[in-house]
């Protein structure tokens, strides 16, 4: 049985878990919530950046990033769609950063306005949105290469849990209302089976 160290709230955590879905591999991995702020010593053991997802695989051996985790799991048990070869892999992997960093970006805002209004940055806090509403630009405008009817790759996934992160976390961006394409998309997506069993909660 392999294990998860995760958080229901994590983007980062979510993305495994879709995947875990997709790949039918629920009954052979255990979740365990894990709060990286008091992280218990076993997890600490397996990861000393203490930092959701972490997977212990079957054969005991920690991966400690949501990709690696990702890319282990497809390629040992298989079932994610593919992605292309050639030239086109280099634009899929592209698509696929681009909505990590939505994410990224996502988070690092929500972890600053944590902090005492006081002291918060509010040029970075910007600089984050304007980067989240350019990449959803470009998303927006390559919305039609996105997989709805088959298995997601590596790269529906990213853009999928990145979307409906910014429902959970920032939905005062209302994006729907300028990327039209990315939106009919996406409510299709959200609908997915992994995507409703992973929802975090209200």
């Known amino acids: 049985m392999m294990k998860l160290y995760c958080s229901r709230i994590s983007p980062y955590s979510r993305k495994v878990r879709v995947a ?63 992605l292309p070869r050639g030239t086109k892999r280099w634009t899929a992997r592209r698509r696929q950063k681009i909505a990590q960093g939505v994410i990224d970006a996502a988070v690092a805002t929500v972890q ?16 984050q949105l304007a980067a989240i509403r350019r990449s959803l630009e ?40 300028e990327f039209a394409a990315l939106d009919r998309w996406f409510g299709e997506f959200a609908r997915r089976p992994s995507m409703v069993k992973t929802q975090p909660p209200a």
Not at 112 to 119: A, C
Not at 154 to 162: C, K, L, N, S
Request: glycine share 4%.
């Open 112 to 127: 600053e306005k944590r902090r005492p209004e006081s002291i918060v940055y509010h040029a970075y806090l910007d600089r």
């Open 20 to 82: 875990i879905e997709e790949l039918r591999l629920s009954e052979q991995v255990e979740e365990i919530e894990t709060e990286p702020n008091s992280p218990p010593p076993e997890f600490l053991a397996a990861n000393p950046l203490a930092r959701v997802p972490t997977l212990i695989t079957d054969k005991g051996e920690a991966l400690p990033d949501s990709d690696l985790i990702i890319e282990y799991l497809d390629a040992k048990y298989h079932g994610l769609a593919p």
């Open 138 to 177: 470009l998303l927006n405008l390559e919305a039609n290469t996105l997989l709805l009817d088959e298995k997601p790759s590596v790269v529906e996934i990213t853009t999928g849990v990145g979307l409906a992160y910014l429902d959970f976390r920032m939905p005062y961006l209302e994006w729907r209302k």
